[in-house]
């Protein structure tokens, strides 16, 4: 499975994104999705996690009631509404597609990456 996110750029403080995870293969429609995120001389962290039919979702909470997650299976796309952005925000956004139908916020259920699109935010 190859995935490329889109949808970064730079914005200013308390604007809105819509980041896209698109997947090269249908079968991306039964795995579990996440988003994770690295900025400069952080760890990556996890940012929100979806299940294969969007019935199980989880977010870090530092981006709770301000990002959601969604996922659209007909054009195996996942999406990440971001909204009230803030500074911290600031990072490189990773999609990652688990093996199984559900990953959760840990990395290493995740076999998949994408590229990354940057998310920039000033103040």
């Known amino acids: 499975v190859q995935l490329q996110a889109s949808g970064g750029g730079l914005v200013q403080a308390g604007d809105s994104l819509r980041l896209s995870c698109a997947a090269s293969?249908?079968?991306?429609?039964?795995?579990?999705v996440g988003w994770f995120r690295q900025a400069p001389g952080k760890e990556r962290e996890f940012v929100a996690s979806?299940?294969?039919?969007?019935?199980?979702?989880a977010y870090a909470d530092s981006v709770k009631g301000r990002f959601t997650i969604s996922r659209d299976n007909a054009k195996n796309t996942v999406y990440l509404q971001m909204t009230s952005l803030k500074p911290e925000d600031t990072a490189g956004y990773y999609c990652?597609?688990?093996?199984?139908?559900?990953?959760?916020?840990?990395?290493?259920?995740?076999?998949?990456w994408g590229q990354g699109t940057q998310v920039t935010v000033s103040s």
């Open positions: 990652a597609a688990a093996l199984l139908a559900w990953g959760g916020d840990e990395a290493r259920m995740y076999r998949y």
């Open positions: 293969r249908r079968t991306f429609s039964n795995n579990g």
């Open positions: 979806i299940s294969w039919r969007g019935g199980s979702i």
